[in-house]
């Protein structure tokens, strides 16, 4: 009987163990499981989304946990899902980032790439001048 009783509580005690160090040894030892960080962890949360798209985002077809409409568009410009225009756009009447997104792709569409320069934005740059030394 006393041997029971000293099994139960050695048995005990290692579970209790086990049930307080299983979260700490899981959290450092083991990946999260969130395999890609939201689009807004990794433009920053300034409201200025000149920053860099990593691969990962771009694997993930720019999938944004939080769902932000401008941090998902900055992607998909960044990594090409954006179709080209089938005419030549008019930039004059916009600003800021859809500007950008509107000289790069005017850029392309009349392979002039002294347009690039025009571009605020360094990501929507560095694509207009990469796109324009292919054609």
């Not at 979260?23 to 990946?31: C, H």
């Not at 916009?94 to 002294?114: H, M, P, Q, V």
Request: aromatic share 12%.
């Amino acid at each position: 009987m006393r041997g029971k009783i000293f099994f139960l509580f050695y048995f005990l005690l290692i579970a209790g163990f086990a049930y307080w160090a299983y979260p700490i040894v899981k959290d450092r030892y083991f990946e999260s499981g969130v395999e890609n960080p939201s689009l807004l962890e990794t433009i920053g949360k300034s409201g200025a989304f000149f920053a860099d798209i990593t691969k990962e985002n771009c694997d993930s077809k720019c999938v944004d946990s939080n769902n932000n409409k401008d941090a998902i568009e900055y992607c998909n410009q960044i990594c090409g899902f954006v179709p080209m225009p089938k005419k030549l756009p008019d930039c004059s009447n916009l600003k800021n980032l859809k500007k950008d997104y509107c000289l790069r792709d005017l850029a392309i569409f009349t392979k002039n790439s002294s347009i690039c320069s025009d571009i605020i934005d360094e990501g929507i740059k560095k694509i207009c001048t990469d796109k324009a030394k292919e054609l």
